[in-house]
């Protein structure tokens, strides 16, 4: 269980830059044997939210977001050895799920965990990273044929981006199952998504489970 307290002092030290005592929290939280989603969920997403509305706010510089950001994927790699030693290996799952930034969409820390989530629960998850180009992922899908597709957006200002990858999935898999999160949602485009028949939003990591049991 995540506090309050304890992630008041999480954040406060993320904004300072404290990378050591961040990940000294961390350690604490997986020696205690946390769920994985609930460390993702309650301290990296949550902090992450808060400091990108602090970042659009204009209360913080575009230094310090790329600092935080910095930061939480440096500190991700403290819990793949625990997340790749609890992932379902003999689940009998073959899906496969294929999870993208939307093109010139540079965050990705978000697009990162929620491909991790479906590793976990025995996907075989398939992330191809910040702003990969349409054509590019349009040719990754056709070779690999996942099961789903996600996108990921983090700045509303890549909303149309994100429509032009959206149209172009569909018009090219007329019946693969989309879904879309990411923090650029807080601030509107969710009309955007019923454009496009089998497409849904997923708001936070908590509401993936859905979609992996699906």
Request: with cysteine.
């Amino acid at each position: 269980m995540i506090t309050k307290a304890l992630y008041q002092n999480y954040l406060t030290l993320l904004l300072e830059g404290n990378r050591r005592e961040c990940a000294r929290i961390v350690q604490q939280l997986l020696d205690r044997d946390i769920e994985i989603k609930t460390l993702y969920a309650d301290l990296f997403q949550k902090s992450l939210y808060e400091v990108g509305r602090l970042w659009e706010c204009n209360r913080i510089s575009v230094a310090k977001e790329h600092l935080v950001t910095a930061i939480t994927e440096g500190l991700l790699n403290l819990v793949y050895p625990r997340l790749f030693d609890r992932a379902v290996s003999d689940s009998g799952n073959d899906r496969k799920v294929v999870i993208s930034c939307a093109a010139n969409e540079f965050h990705q820390v978000g697009g990162k965990m929620v491909a991790d989530i479906f590793e976990l629960n025995g996907w075989d998850s398939q992330f191809l990273g910040a702003n990969t180009p349409v054509d590019q992922m349009l040719a990754h899908i056709q070779d690999e044929k996942p099961d789903l597709v996600g996108l990921s957006v983090s700045v509303y200002f890549n909303m149309p981006a994100l429509k032009a990858g959206l149209a172009a999935i569909r018009g090219n898999f007329h019946h693969l199952d989309i879904f879309v999160g990411g923090q650029a949602f807080n601030w509107g485009g969710t009309e955007i998504i019923n454009q496009y028949s089998g497409t849904a939003y997923v708001p936070s990591l908590d509401q993936l489970t859905p979609l992996i049991a699906a």
